[in-house]
């Protein structure tokens, strides 16, 4: 299918300062802990890259990614790992980087996967939040924006791996659309 980009929904400069009061609340909150961010491969990866700069705290990072969930003839029907972390997670915090929760089923399913480690604990960093379309709970420790239901693209963002390149998040409509 063809698309086109629509409106800037976020410019680089409101994820800027956005990101730059989310980095102060985590600075704050694990002052003396042993902070492990795990980047969620790939989209979360532009963010990722500007939260960890804006930290003023010590902190490790490794990277996970995901198979996309909707795989509804897999035997196991849950999203699994394709690259698991390569660090231990026992008694580590676990702050988990994400780009988007959209369902949330991929996020129920990743901090399941992580609990059986041991970590001490695990929150989610989201940059994005589409509440209206939430199927299942799922705390978002620290939020970078709650989005209205639409397809969103650039800041690491793609659709079928174009756009992760652009500095701002615009919404994506196919061509013919309104
Ligand atoms: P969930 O399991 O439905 O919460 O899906 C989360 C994943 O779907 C995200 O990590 C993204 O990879 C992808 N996704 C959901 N909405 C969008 C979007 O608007 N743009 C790009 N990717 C999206
Ligand atoms: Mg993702």
Redesign the pocket.
């Known amino acids: 299918m063809a698309y086109r980009l629509g409106p800037t929904l976020l410019s680089a400069a409101d994820i800027r300062a956005r990101i730059r009061e989310l980095a102060q609340a985590i600075s704050r909150d694990y002052a003396g802990r042993d902070l492990l961010l795990l980047c969620?491969l790939k989209?979360a990866a532009i963010f990722w890259a500007d939260l960890c700069r804006a930290l003023h705290v010590p902190c490790q990072s490794d990277f996970v990614a995901m198979e996309?969930?909707g795989d509804a003839t897999s035997p196991l029907g849950k999203p699994r790992f394709t690259k698991a972390s390569d660090v231990s997670l026992a008694g580590r915090d676990v702050l988990i980087v994400?780009?988007?929760?959209?369902?949330?089923?991929?996020?129920v399913r990743l901090r399941g996967l992580l609990q059986e480690q041991g970590p001490r604990s695990v929150a989610l960093c989201a940059l994005l939040d589409?509440a209206e379309?939430r199927e299942v709970r799922t705390p978002i420790e620290y939020c970078g924006f709650v989005i209205p239901n639409?397809?969103?693209?650039g800041y690491g963002?793609?659709?079928a791996q174009q756009y992760r390149h652009l500095p701002h998040i615009a919404t994506l409509h196919p061509v013919g659309s309104a």
Request: avoid cysteine.
């Open positions: 969620v989209g996309s969930y994400e780009d988007i929760i959209d369902t949330g089923h991929t996020i589409k379309r639409a397809f969103v693209v963002l793609d659709v």
